[in-house]
């Protein structure tokens, strides 16, 4: 949650030494760095048995601060972190390519589309990723691929295809260069369609989180796909934050997710963060 919150401050053109939010980018940073542990999982406790999606989001917040950090000093420790966090993805990894909830305990989907972003994040920073991690989460979310075209929960899940982990994998996908792919192809056929198919947007029992990602999607995919999408999201989000405090309670997680969600789909067009662009 601390890194879902310090990714929408820099989606608004927050650093830890410019704007009206670096005092929060700063704490947050520093928060997150001391939830790193020695084995590089960046987990705040048990996670409630599901470390795994913290440590990417962290993944992908700390690789986003690295970059706009002037402290020379904060930037070595974000470093380290980032060096040991990428070896505990990467060893973290299934035989199939794919990861879940705790560190080498399996694959399944969402968790693996989060790795692949904090992955992408940090080689953008400038991050060496072992060779061959981000080419096998490739070939999982390939063998996860349903009739439909989109991607189902986990390999070993029948072909019950999921909305939001396909709108995600296509996130993924344009993260690691797979913009003509086959599969990223489909996979958007698949989410636009449904997209489309409803008039009144998305209707999921994962809202926020799968338009966290279709958001994405459809931003890198172009002017026809966005400009399709983001006028009623946006009012859509205007019309549901809650007037007593400005906030949003996502997907009943609560209100800091929801919250941190819908401030990165409206910000996306600012352009401050390397991993949302075009």
Request: hydrophobic letters at 35%; charged letters at 15%; a neutral charge.
């Amino acid at each position: 949650m601390t890194s879902l919150a310090g990714i929408a401050f820099l989606a608004n053109g927050n650093t830890s030494s410019r704007g009206p939010y670096a005092d929060q980018v700063r704490k947050a940073t520093e928060y997150v760095l001391s939830q790193a542990q020695e084995n590089g999982l960046i987990a705040a406790g048990s996670e409630n048995g599901r470390p795994m999606y913290g440590h990417g989001f962290s993944l992908l917040f700390l690789s986003s601060v690295f970059g706009m950090e002037t402290d020379a000093k904060v930037r070595a420790r974000i470093g380290k972190v980032l060096k040991n966090g990428i070896q505990l993805t990467a060893s973290g990894q299934s035989n199939l390519g794919g990861w879940i909830y705790t560190p080498g305990g399996g694959d399944e989907g969402s968790v693996t589309v989060t790795q692949m972003q904090g992955l992408r994040a940090a080689h953008n920073a400038g991050f060496t990723v072992p060779k061959g991690t981000i080419e096998n989460a490739v070939r999982y979310l390939e063998l996860c691929q349903t009739p439909d075209g989109g991607i189902r929960y986990s390999y070993n899940s029948g072909n019950d295809t999921r909305l939001p982990i396909s709108a995600a994998a296509i996130t993924c996908l344009y993260s690691a260069g797979e913009y003509e792919s086959p599969l990223a192809e489909e996979c958007m056929e698949y989410v636009y369609g449904q997209f489309k198919s409803r008039k009144n947007g998305f209707r999921s029992g994962h809202y926020f989180y799968l338009n966290l990602y279709a958001s994405q999607a459809f931003y890198q995919a172009g002017d026809e796909y966005w400009n399709a999408y983001f006028l009623g999201q946006r009012d859509s989000l205007i019309k549901t934050q809650s007037k007593k405090d400005g906030s949003w309670n996502g997907d009943g997680v609560g209100p800091v997710f929801g919250t941190s969600v819908a401030l990165i789909v409206m910000q996306l067009p600012y352009k401050y963060l390397p991993i949302y662009q075009r």
